[in-house]
């Protein structure tokens, strides 16, 4: 890893077993001795400063990244140079799985806070990975849940008008950080209001609108990049009833 894309005076010993967000992580539902053969593959984790390249498109494969703390954007470049977000990543997702097929990085990985990740070299988690069948098993799960996240995002760009995809985004972050044992209704974006447009296929002016319309449905109030849920319930409905439409 260049030392111009991470933090190099900040290593870690890495301990799969204490870490906070395990249960989220590549471990889930491994037994405690596989935990400790996975841990020897994570020989140090490192930060990464807000706005630097974890890796960029065309780079080799070499590890995948668990997020610990912090937060990434994954994006990708148009032939005329602009940016499309193709995700957000928090701590307990796993970076860099699009470089598995070609042995390079589809998408460019940026932080978006100052973060920290555990990189689990490739090579070596794949020969791991046949000498313990659950942790390929946890390995598969992680691949097929890139595969569902892509079927919601079709999902939300091909159903949803402007507001119901703004409201599933900040939903599908609500659970998310829940489950992370944050608040559900109280949060901060990471990322900026042209970011989310960029992600949710929409512009920066369709983004502010949105905003203002859950706000006056008493769904939803953001101040600056503060995010306060009025209506979790409510919200539910609104993306719901899209589901809904699209069914009959």
Do not use: W
Not at 84 to 100: C, H, K, P, R, W
Not at 117 to 135: G, R, T
Request: net charge neutral; hydrophobic share 40%; aromatic share 4%.
């Amino acid at each position: 890893m260049p030392d111009t894309r991470v933090s190099p005076n900040h290593y870690l010993k890495a301990a799969c077993a204490n870490c906070s967000v395990l249960e989220l992580c590549l471990p889930l539902g491994l037994s405690g001795p596989e935990i400790e053969r996975l841990d020897t593959l994570i020989v140090q984790r490192f930060k990464v400063k807000k706005g630097t390249a974890l890796y960029r498109t065309g780079d080799p494969l070499r590890s995948l990244y668990a997020v610990r703390i912090g937060s990434f954007k994954t994006s990708m470049v148009s032939i005329d140079g602009r940016e499309q977000v193709t995700g957000f990543q928090i701590s307990g997702e796993m970076l860099g799985l699009d470089a598995i097929s070609a042995d390079e990085h589809a998408c460019s990985a940026f932080a978006l806070e100052d973060s920290e990740v555990c990189p689990i070299h490739f090579a070596q988690l794949e020969k791991l990975a046949q000498d313990l069948p659950s942790l390929q098993h946890s390995l598969n799960k992680l691949l097929s849940r890139e595969i569902v996240r892509d079927h919601s995002m079709l999902m939300l760009m091909g159903n949803m008008n402007s507001d119901e995809r703004l409201a599933a985004f900040l939903l599908n972050l609500s659970q998310r950080l829940s489950l992370r044992g944050y608040s559900s209704r109280d949060f901060i974006l990471k990322m900026r209001r042209e970011e989310i447009g960029s992600y949710l296929g929409l512009r920066l002016e369709t983004i502010c609108r949105g905003i203002a319309h859950l706000r006056d449905q008493g769904l939803v109030e953001i101040s600056g990049r503060e995010v306060k849920v009025l209506n979790l319930e409510g919200l539910k409905q609104l993306v719901a009833g899209c589901h809904r439409s699209a069914l009959r």
